[in-house]
């Protein structure tokens, strides 16, 4: 079926007065009631801030709008040892950012990798950059586990913060928009349900079989379902080639499995942060982050209210997400700011009561958890644990449909995707005479450094992708 005639209208942000107007495509059948005026989202411009409070503070208030464990675009050199090169060009990691509008995608049925129907399905998305004649110039950046769609630039210009990969995307930068039509899209069932700014079909939307939520009715998601929405948009712009598909972490997953499942599509990916599979070390890694949800006594099964959802489940999910993105030596260094001890008198005189750097964390996971939904977060830890590069029997079967020239980023200090995970790709890759390269992000920041710190590897990212593979070493 060609989806371009289910192309939908696009949502555009106003830059002089602030609220949403909607504007009819070319080949769009249909414009959508105009959504409400929504706030910004709620995020703090991280500023080189040499007071390690005021730093961590401002890092974790990010995590609230963008990550698994944050994002920041402007990062002091305190968050870590390593720094982009000195070749990189200063414009490419400071120059302004770009002005980007949220669109919309939809599909009047859906069938899952599993065999099921989901109808009305909707996404949000972004585009940066120039599309060429020849539709030969497009990068597709995939998203991570509690991110979104809105990878650079800012809605408004008043925006606090631009998306959390502006570092990396834009004009002149590794990932430059002067030469790539870049395009990012929100996946199904996405983390933040109730972010305004965020377009998705998950468990929170409502069945027009039933007129109600989904709730647990709706299909279980894979990555591959995500490929292939993402795959359905770029047939509807009648493109059917792309020069790259970058990720990070779960972004990480889509972008192998495009490789896997589109070999003929994809000349060249990169996987940062990421992973081949979910091995099962990963696999019951990820069931811990759904139990805190199922035990919460507001749960009831998934069948729940936005006004009574479980939302100190939620919380206590987003608590452990978030430590296990990042490293003790991070936790330790915001103990200290925070004066935390191990004899502190609230914990020594209540069994209720916690220490500071507990609070600290809860704190800043139930603030998150206000855009998020508890279901959503079910079924992207399902669809991780899910996957494996071209969802066949095994990795190798996986890797052996792969053309593409591949790099691999993990992180060293990563405890949540492992550096193992990326390396057993790259080397099942290798193995098979593929062209593959891995480079390493060296900071303390673990899991984090792909979001926060990657401009640390944009050097190799902008050669791979000018295909100067000896620049990269």
């Known amino acids: 079926m060609n989806w371009k005639k289910t192309l939908a209208s696009t949502l555009v942000w106003s830059k002089s ?14 414009v959508q009631k105009q959504l409400a005026s929504a706030n910004l989202v709620e995020v703090y ?10 730093l961590f503070a401002t890092l974790m208030l990010t995590l609230h709008c963008q990550s698994i464990a944050g994002v920041s675009d402007d990062t002091s050199p305190l968050l870590s040892s390593s720094k ?14 770009l002005m980007v509008e949220k669109r919309i995608f939809e599909m009047p049925h859906f069938t899952t990798f599993g065999g099921k129907q989901i109808k009305n399905v909707k996404v949000g998305w972004e585009a940066y950059g120039t599309l060429n004649d020849a539709k030969s110039n ?3 950046i995939t998203h991570y586990f509690s991110g979104s769609s809105h990878a650079a630039g800012k809605y408004d210009e008043n925006d606090p913060a631009p998306g959390y990969w502006d570092s990396i995307i834009g004009p002149g930068k590794a990932i430059d928009t002067d030469r790539f039509y870049v395009i990012s899209v929100d996946t199904l069932a996405n983390l933040n349900a109730y972010d305004p700014h965020v377009i998705t079909t998950g468990p929170t939307s409502i069945n027009p079989d039933t007129g109600k939520p989904y709730g647990l009715d709706f299909p279980v998601v894979t990555i ?23 990720g990070p972490s779960m972004g990480s997953m889509q972008a192998i499995d495009w490789a896997s499942a589109y070999p003929d599509w994809v000349e060249r990916m990169i996987s940062v942060i990421g992973a081949g599979q979910s091995d099962a070390w990963t696999t019951a890694a990820l069931e811990h982050w759904a139990t805190p949800i199922t035990l919460d006594k507001n749960w009831n099964n998934g069948a729940y209210s936005k006004e009574q959802a479980p939302l100190n489940g939620l919380a206590a999910s987003l608590m452990l997400i978030t430590q296990n993105a990042l490293t ?40 998150r958890a206000k855009s998020m939904d508890a279901n959503h977060l079910l079924y992207l830890v399902r669809a991780c644990q899910l996957f494996v590069a071209g969802h066949q029997g095994n990795l190798e079967q996986g890797l052996a449909s792969i053309k593409a020239k591949t790099l691999f980023i993990p ?14 790709a790259h080397q ?11 480079v390493t992000l060296n900071g303390k920041l673990g899991h984090l450094e792909g979001v926060t710190n990657v401009s640390a590897q944009a050097q190799a990212i902008r050669q791979f992708l000018e295909n100067d593979k000896a620049a990269m070493q």
């Open 138 to 140: 497009v990068i597709l």
């Open 17 to 30: 007065k602030g609220i949403n107007k909607l504007f009819k495509q070319p080949g769009s059948q249909r």
């Open 84 to 97: 982009a090169p000195t070749s990189e060009p200063v414009s490419s990691l400071s120059s302004a950012s």
């Open 411 to 424: 992180a060293q200090t990563d405890l949540l995707l492992m550096p193992y995970l990326s390396q057993s």
């Open 328 to 367: 003790p030596s991070f936790f330790n260094l915001t103990g200290n700011t925070l004066g935390y001890k191990n004899v502190e008198s609230a914990p020594l005189n209540d069994i209720r009561q916690s220490h500071s750097i507990v609070n600290w964390l809860r704190e800043r996971a139930k603030t």
């Open 224 to 246: 591959r379902d995500f490929v292939n929405v993402q795959k359905a948009l770029l047939e509807s712009l009648d493109i059917s080639k792309l020069y790259a598909v970058i």
């Open 45 to 54: 411009l991280i500023k080189k801030q040499r007071s390690l409070v005021g």
């Open 428 to 438: 099942g890759l290798t193995s098979m005479n593929n062209d593959s390269t891995l």
